[in-house]
């Protein structure tokens, strides 16, 4: 009984924190899971309608050249991911933003729906999607700005037990 009670609080302190947290940034968002390994995270940014879906798939159907990479983001040993990022797509108004595949080849383990965020900072704005655990885990980040991928970091721990940049691939504008 006790044990419901906490998640019950948990899960409504968890609602409330990100109803605050949508107003504040004037977003309206909305997560689904929609066909097996598609995340979606859509709504209203600045007025204007967005759509950021993440697809994954599992490792085994990766094609054969991603499959011989070595350095996987999400995971903390040797052995492969067991799902990979296959795709990205990020829509707003009536805009496609086409993400390459060096924009998504390493990253593995992605987070799902609640693991993706979308923020307007100044002019840019920047998709952050999570993934992996523990030491594995990491944030991608992909800055659009002027309805162009114009580049990714990556956010994850360091030998030293920091949390910071720790990659930055540029685009061509």
């Excluded at 709504?43 to 159907?61: Q, T």
Aim: charged share 25%; net charge positive.
């Amino acid at each position: 009984m006790l044990r419901r009670n906490i998640l019950i609080i948990t899960t409504f302190l968890f609602f409330q924190t990100a109803s605050l947290y949508s107003s504040a940034i004037n977003a309206e968002i909305n997560f689904t899971r929609e066909e097996w390994g598609t995340s979606r995270n859509y709504g209203k940014i600045d007025e204007k309608k967005y759509d950021f879906r993440v697809i994954s798939m599992p490792f085994s159907e990766l094609d054969k050249k991603r499959k011989t990479l070595k350095d996987w983001r999400g995971i903390d040993s040797y052995d492969p991911p067991r799902f990979a990022v296959s795709g990205i797509t990020f829509k707003i108004e009536n805009t496609l933003i086409n993400f390459p595949v060096t924009a998504f080849h390493d990253l593995g383990m992605p987070g799902g729906a609640y693991g993706m965020e979308v923020v307007k900072k100044d002019k840019q704005t920047l998709l952050n999607l999570k993934g992996g655990d523990g030491t594995g885990s990491y944030t991608a980040i992909f800055f659009i700005e002027n309805a162009k991928l114009i580049k990714r970091q990556i956010k994850q721990f360091t030998p030293d037990g920091e949390y910071n940049v720790t990659e930055t691939i540029k685009f061509n504008r």
